[in-house]
């Protein structure tokens, strides 16, 4: 099962399937919108993490926000690469902010 993320957007809930590619590149799959239909979010989102926030393949910065902070809380803690770069983190565990 891949991980989801379900995040608000525009009142109503986006949930979307979360992969893991290379080099820490997320790509986030639309699979259900709870809204109107003429109000659907993009239908997949390249997500990276910068230093400072998460940039990605869509003009919604504040989804792109969403999904970035599910995957920080959900998604993190299982990724090796967050593992490997977090000298001081506990194994397995991504590093705080």
Known sequence: MEPKAVVKYRGALAHYN?????????????????????????KQITLVRGLEHWSGSSDKQDL????GE??????K????LFSKKNNDATPGMGKSR
């Open 18 to 42: 979360v992969y893991l590619g290379n080099e820490g590149i997320y790509q986030a799959q639309l699979i259900r919108y709870d809204g109107k239909p003429d109000q659907m979010p993009p």
């Open 64 to 67: 792109i926000d969403k999904i």
């Open 70 to 75: 599910v995957i920080e809380r959900r998604i």
């Open 77 to 80: 803690p299982y990724d090796p």
